[in-house]
């Protein structure tokens, strides 16, 4: 009898076994999918980005050419400061690339050439190329007597060739507007629109003194230096004094931001 009970288990434990091992895992059925093919099509729904195609344009430091007369600019960092101010004069132009300077500055530092060093067509030539621009602008800023004269040099980089040499001039106090119209010039030899009349008009009228040219010159050079608070401290009093030059504004934004 109890050897008759003992073969029934055993057969009923054999069929439980047997279904089991039939049966699929259960795991197996509730594995996610691999991940592999859900990212393969957000990569082609997005599909890559175009080239931007605009041509691009970078600047060296301006060099200080010298001061002569009565209360003459501070030329110690200047060419900087008009440096920064003609990229954001460019940048303005929505058919350029602008190339910003602490690029240009690092491909400067890979090549051994200062950036205050004597620039010739076929080192801004070389230059360009390691930076991705099409053009080069170098020049220099002369303070003479109350005037100020500024040279700017234009080079295609494909070619190394000089295109154009362009020179504007104006009384020191008109600083900024020699700035901006240098930045038409160099535009207007590159054959790219203009800026809109509107655009235009509304950054001339800014009341932008040399002295908050000289303060943003200061500012830029504290920062190539790593001189961070320095430079905050110099742009925040360029907001403060200069209310009109709102490029400032964007670049204490960045650097209270630790963004540049």
Request: glycine content about 8%.
């Amino acid at each position: 009898m109890v050897s008759g009970v003992l073969s029934a288990a055993c057969l009923a434990l054999g069929s439980l076994a047997a279904g089991c091992a039939g049966a699929p895992p259960a795991s197996s059925a509730e594995a996610p999918q691999p991940a592999t093919a859900l990212t393969i099509q957000v990569g082609e729904a997005h599909g890559p980005q175009e080239p931007d195609l605009r041509p691009g344009v970078a600047v060296f430091e301006f060099e200080a050419a010298g001061s002569v007369g009565e209360d003459g600019l501070d030329m110690e960092n200047l060419g900087i400061g008009l440096q920064a101010m003609l990229l954001n004069e460019l940048r303005q132009n929505t058919s350029l690339r602008v190339v910003e300077r602490r690029e240009l500055n690092r491909i400067l530092a890979e090549i051994e050439l200062g950036a205050s060093d004597a620039v010739s067509a076929s080192t801004a030539a070389e230059a360009g190329k390691l930076v991705g621009a099409r053009y080069m602008v170098f020049g220099s800023v002369t303070d003479l007597f109350g005037e100020v004269i500024l040279t700017a040099r234009i080079v295609d980089v494909e070619t190394g060739e000089l295109l154009k040499s362009t020179q504007a001039r104006d009384q020191r106090e008109e600083l900024y507007d020699v700035l901006i119209r240098t930045a038409g010039e160099i535009t207007s030899e590159l054959d790219l629109p203009a800026l809109p009349r509107e655009a235009r008009e509304a950054r001339e009228e800014r009341e932008v003194p040399p002295g908050a040219v000289l303060l943003l010159a200061n500012a830029e050079a504290a920062r190539d230096e790593g001189r961070t608070d320095r430079a905050i401290e110099l742009y925040q009093r360029l907001t403060q004094e200069f209310p009109d030059y709102t490029d400032a504004h964007e670049a204490l934004d960045q650097l209270l931001d630790g963004t540049s």
